[in-house]
């Protein structure tokens, strides 16, 4: 199964503008994350808006992979 807290996007650094790749687990822990230049950036979860996503997606790909598996039988 996917687990989409897994999967990664790329927050600027505000210091030297450079990409920084992060899983979207780290954003919605919150984690200190910290860029090649050494400038740390906080991540924020708005309003726990990213574990909810994160649970809900999770959710649904559980029911479609159950939902498919079904149809093999």
Same mark, same amino acid.
């Given at each position: 199964m996917i687990d989409i807290s897994k999967q990664t996007v790329e927050v600027d650094c505000p210091d030297c503008k450079r990409p920084i790749t992060v899983s979207i687990k780290k954003v919605a822990d919150e984690a200190l994350v910290k860029c090649t230049?050494? &400038?740390?950036? &906080?991540?924020?979860? @708005? %309003? @726990?808006? %990213? *574990? *909810?996503? $994160?649970?809900? $997606? %999770?959710? @649904?790909?559980k029911n479609l992979e159950n939902t498919i598996k079904k149809f093999g039988k």
């Open positions: 230049c050494g &400038q740390g950036i &906080q991540l924020k979860d @708005s %309003n @726990s808006s %990213n *574990k *909810k996503a $994160i649970r809900e $997606i %999770n959710k @649904s790909l």
